[in-house]
C-alpha cells in the first residue's frame, strides 16, 4: 500500500512538470493587515485604518483546505497576526485536525507577554522581530521600549515553556547594516535559539505598496554604494568573529548567503539586477492575505482571491488558469521581481512530504 508520504511527494513532482498543485507543503497565512509597529521598511502599518482582516467563516474553511492540500507547515504571518481576534480559535482548529501542521508564528513581540499560554498551547515555534541592540530596534520599529517589550515577551514564553522554540529574525537595512555583531550579541542576550538575516525588500509592490517606493523613500531603507562597500567587510569581520555561531547554526545563514546580503545591495546600488537566489516556492507553497488574495510568494502578483464564488476556494485559485500559466512560463533565473527576492524559499522536489520544509521567510 502506498503511504500518504509517498503520496505527496509524487504530487509534488507531478505539480512541477503539469503546473498544477494537489499539494502544497508550505502555507503563509495573513489573518490581518494591520501591525502595532511603524518599522522604517514596511509600510503595513499605514493600512491600520482599514483594519482588513480574516473572519472567522474564512479562517474555518482555510483549516478545511490545508487538510485538503496536506499543508506540512503553516506559516502565520501579518502584519501582526497577534492582533487577529480569531487568531487562536483558528489554530485551534488547525491543531484538530487528523494530521495537523507545524505552526509557526511570525510577530514584532510586542504583545507575547500577554499572551504567552496561547502561543505555546497552539504553535510550535515563534519567530521574532529583532532589528539590533535595544536603542536601535526601538528607532526602526518607531515604537517605544519595543525591545523591552521583546524580551519580556520571550521570558513570559519561556516561563511557560522552557524548550519552546524561539528564533530572530533581522532586516538589513540602512539604520542597522553596521551592527550585524551586536544583533547576534541582542540575540544571545534575550535567549533566542537563533538569528537569521535577510536583506530589505526595497523594490517589490508587496507590504502594502502597490506603487512601490519614490527614490526619497527608497534612500531611507537601501544602502549606498560605499555602504554596501562596508557591508561585504563588515560581513566578512563578522564571519571570522562568529564563526562559532554560524558552525552551531545559532547565526541561520551560511557565510555565502550572508555575502549574498552584501551583494543584493551592491547590486541595486549599482543600478542592476542582482541574481535570482535559488528557488521553487510557486510551486510549493502560497501566501493568503488577509483580503483572501492569493500570492505565489510574498512579493509576486496575487492570481485570485478565496471566498470569491466559483473557483474561490484556495486550491481553485492555485489551479486557476492565471496561476498555471504564471508557474509555465515563470523563469526563476531572468525574472526581475525573483532577482530582486530577499528570502526565497527552495523545497528539494522528492523530498518526503511529511519532512519539515525550510521555512519561509518575511520582512
Known sequence: ??????????????????????????????????CNCRCLMCDIWKGND???????????????????????????????????????????????LSSPPRVTLLSSGLTVEQQAGEIAARCDELIVSLDGPPEVHDRIRSVPRAFARLAGGVAALRDVRADFPIAGRSVVQRENYDCMSATIGAAQALGLDRISFLAADVSSLAFNRPHGWEAERLAEVALSAAQATDLRERIEELIARHH????????????????????????????????S??????????????DGAVRPCFFHASYGKTGAGAGGDLQGVLNSGAAVTFRKSLSVRENPVCRSCVCPLRLP???????????????
Open 50 to 96: 482599514r483594519r482588513v482582516r480574516m473572519d472567522r467563516a474564512r479562517l474555518s474553511a482555510l483549516c478545511g483546505e490545508i487538510s485538503l492540500l496536506g499543508v506540512r507547515e503553516l506559516v502565520v504571518s501579518g502584519g501582526e497576526a497577534l492582533l487577529a481576534p480569531d487568531l487562536f480559535a483558528f489554530l485551534s482548529e488547525v491543531k484538530a
Open 1 to 34: 500500500m502506498v503511504s500518504r508520504r509517498l503520496q505527496r511527494a509524487v504530487s509534488r513532482v507531478v505539480g512541477r512538470l503539469t503546473h498544477r498543485l494537489s499539494t502544497l507543503p508550505v502555507l503563509v497565512v495573513m489573518p490581518i493587515a494591520a
Open 277 to 290: 537566489p535559488p528557488c521553487n516556492a510557486p510551486w510549493v507553497s502560497a501566501v493568503v492575505e488577509a
Open 244 to 275: 562559532r555561531e554560524i558552525e552551531t547554526r545559532f547565526v541561520a545563514e551560511s557565510p555565502a548567503k550572508l555575502r549574498r546580503i552584501a551583494a543584493h545591495f551592491a547590486a541595486l546600488a549599482a543600478g542592476r539586477l542582482p541574481e
Open 349 to 363: 522536489w522528492s523530498a518526503e512530504a511529511g519532512a519539515r520544509p525550510p521555512r519561509p521567510r518575511r520582512r
